[in-house]
């Protein structure tokens, strides 16, 4: 979509903390930008896992609940099948050449995307502005979002 001086823009709202969850917003931020389009990612509930720097090289894959990765949940459950996916997973993101998530977060960050904390979400989780990665912008109410957000094209992941 484009604003009213007819530049294009994405709103991307990330929403969930796994390592699987992080790279879509990422590649699409990523495509944007190199297509000259106008950027705000929005990290909210579990998404804060992304940008949080204690947590943001542990991401880890969940199999349960997630029918695509054909395996039964019951056996989701089983101890260390959560990191066995991550890793597997972390292979296959190596093997196409993408960038571990805290690189790719820079990349897509010197492009010169906006990423935005969820200030309900900092609350909710007694969070603070030091305990971000150092792309992100701020720590904005969901009113200030749609400000941010205003005649862009919103994805929720």
């Known amino acids: 979509m484009a604003d009213g001086n007819g530049a294009r823009k994405l709103a991307i709202i990330n929403s969930k903390g796994t390592l699987d969850m992080a790279y ?3 590649v699409l931020a990523n495509a944007a930008r190199m297509d000259g389009i106008e ?3 929005f990290y909210t509930f579990w998404g ?3 940008i949080t720097k204690d947590k943001q090289r542990k991401l880890l894959v969940t199999p349960v609940g997630n029918p695509a990765m054909g395996m039964p949940n019951l ?3 089983i101890p260390g099948v959560q990191h066995m ?3 597997m997973m972390k292979r296959k993101i190596e093997d196409l050449d993408l960038p571990p998530i805290d690189e790719f977060m820079e990349m897509v960050h010197d492009a010169g995307a906006k990423f935005y904390a969820c200030k309900m979400s900092v609350d909710m989780m ?3 502005e030091d305990d971000f ?3 992100v912008e701020a720590v904005v109410s969901a009113m200030d979002f749609m400000d941010l957000a205003e ?3 919103v994805i929720f992941i």
Do not use: H, K, N, R
């Open 126 to 128: 007694g969070l603070d």
């Open 39 to 41: 950027v705000v990612m």
């Open 24 to 26: 879509p917003g990422l």
């Open 151 to 153: 005649g862009a094209q």
């Open 85 to 87: 996916a991550t890793s």
């Open 133 to 135: 990665v150092p792309q």
């Open 48 to 50: 804060m896992d992304i």
């Open 75 to 77: 056996i989701g459950v």
